[in-house]
């Protein structure tokens, strides 16, 4: 590397004997400039701030301790060489509260000058080493952090971590806001016809716009998952997400020539919901993948999904399918689910439990059934998913305060036997 300097000093055979004398390129050092006072050499300065700056004491405008000072100010890295045809303490002095690098004395003996300069520049080189070691550990520690980060949202998104506190503490450790609403987003592409760009250049180009677009909240953060889909959570309200996506949706159409679909979960509080709220996303996204809505699909709006919410479907599914064995499993499947999501979300939206709601209807079912005197029991029970008689027998007692028999004979006018 080299490293620039400037020569301020009034007396310019002395200025004109150090531009001579110093093997320049050899030291691998540059000439930035020579003045002749401390106001010219302060220009020179504040055009193009030195590594080295040698300097006299004594100069009219300015003196070389004001020079340096300013110097300071402008580059506190600055190496000064200090120049004086005075013995005096209190220049010394001064120096070192400058943190000069060296005090000469006049007249110049060069070979001492030479020597300085060649500590000067081995200094600069290996601050300069130090500078890059640092630069480097610290990209390094940041690249650490970002894919500690990155593991900690898939941890989070495939539901590996479960206890609160220590799923607070990953996230402050890894600088994501705790206490914030979030919405989380999938995001796929589609290309056009007139598609311009191939896919792993529109890949790279979507989420840095998204991160750019992002800067604007609080926090965010992105990746690609293995199904191809790009992954976005945010500290963010439900207004400022979906501003945000418009915005990404306008750039990937005119400049990618690509169609952008997004389902997003919002205002999601706790973060063991992350989880969840993922696959709900994923999974709305790909029961509508190839229907070109070039849209943002917003859970829990029943316009934009049509009035189509799972629950709705997990009803339809058990009053088609009620005479057959139904699981909970199964119901999941046909949502796109978990288990454990479909269960929660039937129990908030309903007020009831999905088996509680599946043996409603099959109570339902038998009683219109019962109302038949030519059908046996037997075949009510089989033909409304019950395997056993006699556990059908005790669920609809529980249920209606009768057997079934004693229901049937109530319906036809008749005295229990």
Not at 139 to 151: D, F, G, H, P, V
Not at 204 to 211: F, M, N, V
Not at 297 to 326: F, M, S
Request: aromatic letters at 8%; hydrophobic letters at 40%.
């Amino acid at each position: 590397m080299t490293w620039t300097v400037v020569i301020a000093d009034d007396e310019r055979i002395q200025r004109e004997g150090i531009v001579q004398h110093v093997p320049w390129e050899q030291m691998g050092l540059v000439l930035a400039g020579t003045a002749a006072n401390g106001e010219e050499a302060l220009g020179l300065i504040r055009a193009a701030p030195p590594d080295i700056l040698v300097t006299d004491i004594k100069m009219p405008s300015m003196g070389g301790l004001e020079l340096a000072k300013h110097a300071r100010s402008l580059n506190p890295r600055i190496r000064i060489i200090i120049i004086s045809g005075y013995d005096d303490f209190e220049f010394a002095r001064t120096a070192i509260e400058l943190s000069a690098t060296a005090y000469l004395l006049k007249p110049l003996f060069f070979p001492d000058l030479l020597d300085i300069l060649k500590s000067v520049a081995a200094a600069c080189e290996e601050e300069a080493r130090q500078e890059e070691e640092r630069l480097d550990l610290q990209r390094q520690m940041e690249e650490s952090k970002t894919l500690a980060m990155r593991q900690l949202l898939r941890d989070l998104l495939q539901g590996r971590l479960a206890e609160p506190d220590a799923i607070k503490a990953s996230m402050c450790d890894a600088g994501i806001p705790a206490v914030e609403p979030f919405v989380i987003a999938v995001l796929r592409t589609e290309e056009e016809k007139t598609g311009k760009i191939e896919k792993i250049n529109c890949e790279t180009l979507l989420a840095q716009r998204l991160e750019l677009i992002g800067r604007g909240l609080r926090w965010c953060e992105s990746y690609w998952s293995d199904g191809d889909e790009l992954v976005w959570i945010a500290a963010a309200s439900e207004e400022e997400s979906l501003n945000a996506l418009e915005a990404l949706r306008q750039y990937v159409n005119s400049q990618l020539g690509r169609k952008l679909d997004a389902c997003v979960s919002s205002d999601i509080q706790d973060p063991n919901a992350f989880s969840e709220s993922y696959r709900r996303a994923s999974a709305e996204l790909s029961r509508r993948s190839g229907q070109g809505f070039n849209k943002t699909i917003l859970l829990g709006d029943p316009h934009a999904l049509n009035k189509d919410t799972p629950v709705q479907r997990i009803k339809a599914y058990i009053e088609a399918r009620y005479a057959g064995p139904v699981t909970v499993e199964e119901l999941a499947r046909t949502v796109f689910l978990t288990p454990n999501y479909i269960s929660n979300l039937f129990k908030e939206q309903t007020g009831e439990t999905i088996i509680d709601y599946l043996t409603g209807v099959r109570m339902r079912h038998a009683r219109a059934q019962l109302a038949d005197p030519q059908r046996k029991i037997y075949e009510i029970a089989e033909s409304t998913g019950f395997n056993s008689t006699s556990y059908f027998s005790v669920v609809f007692k529980n249920m209606y305060g009768a057997s079934p028999k004693e229901y049937r004979e109530s319906l036809l006018g008749r005295a229990p036997e």
